[in-house]
Nanobody
């Protein structure tokens, strides 16, 4: 059973918007980071966005260059949820999207967008963008 549960996504035409949500079993602040990855057949799973706890400074967010300015990651800790708002979608955004939690690679100087450095995963939600 997956540790995280994704919802949302689906199909949209190019230029449209979709939202993905990820439900965690405990407070989102229990994890140092939560993130979203995506994967297409035959390709590596790649980091899309991450949100990390930065202490008194609040959250820090990171985005892949391909989605900067179009996607926004946010958290609603009262509901133990993390969201990914996706705007101006294009066919290249078509993929299975996965929620992730606990970036254990952080302490080792790893990169947030590397799949193997994350501990918990969801089962994935399909996003399809048609032209």
């Amino acid at each position: 059973q997956a540790h995280l549960v994704e919802s949302g996504g689906g199909s949209v035409q190019a230029g449209g918007s979709l939202r993905l949500s990820c439900a965690a079993p405990k407070s989102t602040y229990s994890y140092n980071c939560m993130g979203w990855f995506r994967q297409t057949p035959g390709k590596e799973r790649e980091g899309v966005a991450a949100i990390c706890t930065a202490g008194a400074a609040g959250d820090s967010t990171m985005y892949a260059d391909s989605v900067k300015g179009r996607f926004t990651i946010s958290r609603d800790n009262a509901d133990k949820m993390v969201h990914l708002q996706m705007n101006s979608l294009n066919p290249e955004d078509t993929a299975m999207y996965y929620c992730a939690a606990e970036f254990f690679g952080e302490a080792l100087g790893g990169n947030w967008y590397v799949r193997r450095d994350w501990q918990y995963w969801g089962q994935g939600r399909q996003v399809t963008v048609s032209s």
